[in-house]
């Protein structure tokens, strides 16, 4: 039987992984300062520089920030939603992942919470799904604030479904989507498709938000297929653009 090579951490790394737990567990919390350099040495028995690599580890991950001067030391960071989000995005980057691809996943991570927002919702919910799109009624015209709020009105959905991983997964699709909104209204600055789009979408809203209302999740859920496909179709109309790496340059 083959033998299996087993690679064994170096010092830094576990000193690392010790004070991640504390920071994931809780034990350590947002906005905490960690003890000094030689405290830390002396609890763990390692060197400064030691100490110095496990720190390089977790600022890498944003989960601490060293500061220099009279009040530094190593601020603790909460993980953050987002931080991951933007690694995400990285790689579909590096991997020259096609916007087609993001879109269609958008479509698969969406459509069920609609449906399922549908069946479990709450008077809470309808409160703040109606609200949302009075407010977009009222932003006619704006194109800019038009954009933003339609991302929220998605991502409140998907919150709203009610399971956090998957609203984890959604939100490291969202700013790649929200760049292709920007992308193509600014390249349709003044023609009209822009305008019929929102229009287009703001009545799909109304309609979800109603189809919630009524628990119809067959509906809910048809529906907001058929509107993120259409979604999808208008963003890739932008020139150039078929790639996540085409939205940088």
Known sequence: MDSIAFRVPKTAELVAHRLRRQIISGELSEGDVLPSEAALT??????????????????????????????????????????????????????????????????????????????RRTADDLAQLWHSVEDGEAFAGDRHRLIRHHTEFHALVVRLAGNHTVVLLSSMLRHIIDTANVRRVEHDARGPATDHAFEHGGRAHRRLVTYIDERDDVRAGALWAKHLAEANDFLLDLPTATTILDLLD
């Open 42 to 119: 002396e609890q763990f028995g390692i060197s400064r520089p030691t100490l110095r690599e496990a720190f390089r580890v977790l600022e890498a991950e944003q989960l601490i920030s060293v500061r220099r001067g009279a009040h530094g030391g190593a601020h603790v960071h909460a993980p953050n939603p987002d931080v991951a989000a933007r690694y995400a995005g990285l790689v579909l980057e590096h991997q020259g992942i096609s916007l087609a691809d993001v879109y269609a996943a958008r479509v698969m991570l969406e459509s069920p919470c609609a449906a399922q927002l549908a069946r």
